[in-house]
Nanobody, 113 residues
């Protein structure tokens, strides 16, 4: 049974930082590319960051230079460091194994101006 459990969200002022974590189980984690998505109110879900099995990464244009995705294969964890947060970063953040059609419950990030 696939489980993706996101945590680490919260309320933060603009310019602040958060670190999101995602615990994955039920999938062969080390051979799966992982990604973080977010969904703002009344907007479509968008890809924020992607990390391949070899550790290579890609980011959405709006978060480049501010967010960092990483993974720990020994712990089946994927992380997203959010720095220099802006109010437009507000939304629910979800991790996902790229090829597995399963979404966790997400973690809410709210950035106040």
């Amino acid at each position: 049974q696939v489980q993706l459990v996101e945590s680490g969200g919260g309320l933060v002022q603009a310019g602040g930082s958060l670190r999101l974590s995602c615990a994955a189980s039920g999938i062969p984690f080390s051979i799966n590319a992982m990604a973080w998505y977010r969904q703002a109110p009344r907007k479509q879900r968008e890809l924020v960051a992607f990390i391949n099995t070899d550790g290579s990464t890609n980011y959405g244009d709006s978060v480049k230079g501010r967010f960092t995705i990483s993974r720990d294969n020994a712990k089946n964890m994927v992380y997203l460091q959010l720095n220099s947060l802006k109010p437009e970063d507000t939304g629910s953040y979800y991790c996902k194994a790229v090829v597995v059609p399963y979404w966790g419950q997400g973690t809410q990030v709210t950035v106040s101006s």
